[in-house]
């Protein structure tokens, strides 16, 4: 059985792939949440990726930091300038009840919590209160995944570029 950061088992089973791919789709703007300007974070890694090469409109937010590169950053989700589809969280798990509650209460559809991050009571609430769930997934990893970035198989091919190659 696989065990959450928290010692306990994992029960909550979140969305398929087919699932994971629609919601991409479906989705038009994207909050990330513990947005960071170090480009060692993977915040700020999937920031860079969803930015050249989607249709997001990607939202920063970090209360901590006013800008990255040039892009500005919100200190909460109630500052964004419109509401987000989806809020992608790079925060601690102590922090994500309180994530949770500002995501609802912006209005967003989708809570999409990064690699590492799994919290069953906080998938639960969510559910409850009409928002898609997805933990311990990444963004880019997926968008990449159903998007021709990562080979059908879920490997990185080594090719740095646009088409597909025959065979791939």
Not at 43 to 63: A, E, H, M, W
């Amino acid at each position: 059985m696989a065990v959450s950061a928290g010692g306990s088992e994992r029960t909550w089973v979140g969305p398929s792939a087919q699932r994971r791919r629609e919601i991409l789709r479906s989705t038009r703007s994207i909050a990330i949440l513990g947005a960071s300007a170090n480009p060692a974070r993977a915040s700020y890694f999937v920031t860079k990726y969803l930015s050249s090469t989607s249709d997001y409109r990607v939202y920063l937010v970090n209360p901590t930091i006013t800008e990255v590169e040039g892009t500005a950053v919100y200190p909460t989700l109630v500052d964004l300038p419109e509401r987000p589809d989806m809020v992608d969280v790079f925060r601690r798990h102590d922090d994500l009840p309180d994530v949770l509650d500002d995501t609802i209460a912006v209005g967003a559809q989708t809570i999409w919590l990064q690699l590492g991050l799994w919290h069953e009571t906080v998938a639960r609430r969510a559910q409850d209160a009409g928002l898609t769930v997805v933990m311990d997934r990444c963004v880019k990893i997926e968008h990449a995944r159903f998007h021709g970035g990562l080979h059908l198989a879920g490997f990185d091919t080594g090719v740095i570029d646009s088409r597909r190659r025959a065979g791939i």
